[in-house]
């Protein structure tokens, strides 16, 4: 097990990673996690059964290639049209986006959103090796965006750059 570094804000500061440190951000991951538990309970299922990301950053930038994304072993639109259910997912973008907002002027903060991506995460590198989950790592020097990486003992792997 390598040296390891989860840093809890934007993908800025994965740039600093030192030499023999694999460093790499929160990037998309809690965005991912509340765009899979508002698809589940829109879609009837379990969380576990969806598979979808949110890349790039957080935010109004933020991307959802919902094109990838799956239920169980089917395409989220096909498995949609098979339970007869219509998800907005334009809707479904932009309540991801304005959760923390939302969540903030509920409770007057979001740190306890990003202390449970960062936990969750840290148990990832720790014992639930081999995740695949978007986190920030850099594309190229200086430039870092939140792609999906395996998470393992050593940190994010290599960078898995979708097609869309």
Request: aromatic share 4%; with cysteine.
């Amino acid at each position: 097990m390598g040296e390891v570094a989860i840093i809890g804000s934007g993908a800025v500061g994965v740039a600093w990673a030192s030499d023999g440190v694999n460093v790499f951000g929160t990037g998309t991951a809690l965005d991912s996690w509340r765009l899979r538990e508002l698809l589940a309970a829109r879609l009837g299922v379990h969380p576990g059964s969806v598979h979808a990301w949110v890349i790039g950053e957080h935010g109004r930038s933020a991307v959802f290639p919902f094109s990838l994304a799956r239920v169980g072993p089917f395409p989220l639109g096909e498995f949609a049209a098979r339970r007869g259910i219509r998800v907005d997912l334009e809707g479904v973008a932009d309540d991801v986006r304005r959760a923390g907002a939302r969540v903030h002027e509920l409770k007057g903060s979001t740190s306890s959103a990003i202390a449970l991506t960062a936990a969750r995460l840290t148990a990832q590198v720790e014992r639930e090796r081999g995740a695949i989950v978007p986190v920030s790592v850099r594309v190229e020097e200086g430039v870092c965006a939140s792609l999906p990486a395996q998470v393992t003992a050593d940190g994010a792997g290599p960078r898995m750059i979708p097609e869309l």
